[in-house]
């Protein structure tokens, strides 16, 4: 049994406790740690958790295996660091980390305790992925790529009101991009590989964060010799306003359509023809996070057999990582320095 505590207490919690409960039944529940005592308590009750823990070294010095991490962006680094430095195998959510230098210190910490460190990108863990990528043969050659995720959000109001909530503010290292934009660099990255140049530009709101932004990557060929020289992937994503636009991967032969990139379901190919295949049905029985937790539970338990896919989301998460920092550096989005400290 691989015990686990959890850290935050936002919907996308609860999320998580469901779907690590649904697939992965010995990896259980079992510490809440919160900044705030009394919304570690409130937690805590409504999960049926009675170890709460206000003190991240009380918590790094517990017998607990294992943190999911979901605090907001800013606070990812030295959560983890202390987590991992007392030896935890440590989830985070996406953004993991604001700079490559902090990731490679995340990972050379885990390594050397011999524990694992991993960014929490739900759809890189879920089967829609594979069954999307064995697709692309049908779609002859692709050139180009379009993404796209831009949802309104719920904090929207709040802000409207003269609130400042944590996701339009940057000394939480929030905002559209990492918030949004990092669920479409992540699969293009997996699926185009490391982009030869990148274009970005954003719009800014007045609380110094990006509402929306869109990306132009301009990645190498998958075939060698084929008609096209390079593959376009173009990425849009925003906060204030939700887009019902399909993803496309665009081949000679075929277009692959994706509803969200989120999941990657309800996907299809239409055909040069105008016939249609579907590819990817959404499926409401499986809890979307349940894979990622499934995928952690077993890099902790089964380190031999999972080495190379481990080394495979080390190396995914160190380019996605320093992509972002070079979209940040085009567009213009600054943190306050606080937020890049080692
Ligand atoms: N994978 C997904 O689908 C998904 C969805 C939503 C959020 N997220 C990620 O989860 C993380 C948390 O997002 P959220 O919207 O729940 O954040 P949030 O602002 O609601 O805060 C989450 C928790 O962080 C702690 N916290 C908040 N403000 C703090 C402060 N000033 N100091 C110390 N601790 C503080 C609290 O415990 C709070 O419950 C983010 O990294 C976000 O990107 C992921």
Known sequence: MIKFAT????WIVDSFLKGAKENAPDFVHSAV??????EG??????????RIYNDLDALGESDIDAVYIANPNAFHYPTAKTLLEHGKNVICEKTSVITSA?????????DEKGVIFMEAMKGLYLPEIHQLTE????????HMAKFDFCRYSSKMPALKAGEFPNIFNPAMAAGGLMDMGIYLVYPALYWFGVPNKIQADV???STGADACGTVLFNCAPREENGAFKNIQVTISYGKTSTSKHDNLIMGDLGVLHIDTMECFDNSYIEYVDGTREVITKRDTSFSNMGGEALQFYKFITDKEGTKERYEQSKKLTTEVIATMEKIREQAGIVFPEHVYNL
Request: hydrophobic share 45%.
């Open 7 to 10: 850290v935050g207490a936002g």
């Open 33 to 38: 740690y919160s900044f705030s005592d009394a």
């Open 41 to 50: 308590q409130a937690f805590g009750a409504k999960h049926g958790i009675t």
């Open 102 to 110: 902090q990731l490679k210190k995340l990972y050379e910490i885990a």
């Open 135 to 142: 697709a692309f043969s049908k779609l002859g050659e692709i």
């Open 203 to 205: 719009s800014m709101m």
